[in-house]
T-cell receptor
């Protein structure tokens, strides 16, 4: 059974600090997606990474896919209160339509 | 509409009652998923529809849960004889393509509370 472990489960930091969220597995994924979910809404896709070692940047967010395609990280630089939300990673295996979801990291950025 | 639409947004019911949750996916999206999410946790897969293929029901937690998708568009998730442990947010998502890079578009969810 494929599993994705996210850490930390909860993070509360001050505005302006940096942080990293991790998504780890013992399984290889063809791609990995990161979603952000705000209260009362559905998750929204932030990025998809497909190549081992790939790094993608989205303004202050940097996403990395591990060389072996078993893990991924999300780094936020100079966090803002608007970054507050639940961050979810989801991995896909080859052509399988089933996404394997991590349990999520609840992030709170205090002004 | 432009996005995935779910109704009702909130449903409070008594234990033992049946409930129906509706999902209207983005037009043209052939793939439709139902997920369950408990209090800010990750997503639990329930069921998947793709075009005219038989649905993947492997995630349904019990035979009290069922879902259908009519005409390849609107889907209804039915929970019979609701229990308190069924309380959760039920999320519907649709996707244009069945691909390991395909983006899922989610509705805002239906929050179910079973008293």
């Amino acid at each position: 059974t494929q599993l994705l472990e996210q850490s930390p489960q909860f993070l509360s930091i001050q505005e302006g600090e940096n942080l990293t969220v991790y998504c780890n597995s013992s399984s290889v994924f063809s791609s990995l997606q990161w979603y952000r979910q705000e209260p009362g809404e559905g998750p929204v896709l932030l990025v998809t990474v497909v190549t081992g070692g790939e790094v993608k940047k989205l303004k202050r967010l940097t996403f990395q896919f591990g060389d072996a395609r078993k893990d991924s990280s999300l780094h936020i630089t100079a966090a803002q209160p608007g970054d507050t939300g639940l961050y979810l990673c989801a991995g896909a295996a080859d052509s399988n339509y089933q996404l394997i979801w991590g349990a999520g990291t609840k992030l709170i950025i205090k002004p | 509409g432009a996005g995935v639409s779910q109704s009702p947004s909130n449903k409070v019911t008594e234990k033992g009652k049946d409930v129906e949750l509706r999902c209207d996916p983005i037009s043209g999206h052939t793939a439709l998923y139902w997920y369950r999410q408990s209090l800010g946790q990750g997503l639990e897969f329930l069921i998947y529809f793709q075009g005219n293929s038989a649905p993947d029901k492997s995630g349904l937690p019990s035979d009290r849960f069922s879902a259908e998708r009519t005409g390849g568009s609107v889907s209804t998730l039915t929970i019979q004889r609701t229990q308190q442990e069924d309380s959760a947010v039920y999320l519907c998502a649709s996707s244009y393509t069945v691909s390991y890079t395909g983006e899922l578009f989610f509705g805002e969810g239906s929050r179910l509370t079973v008293l």
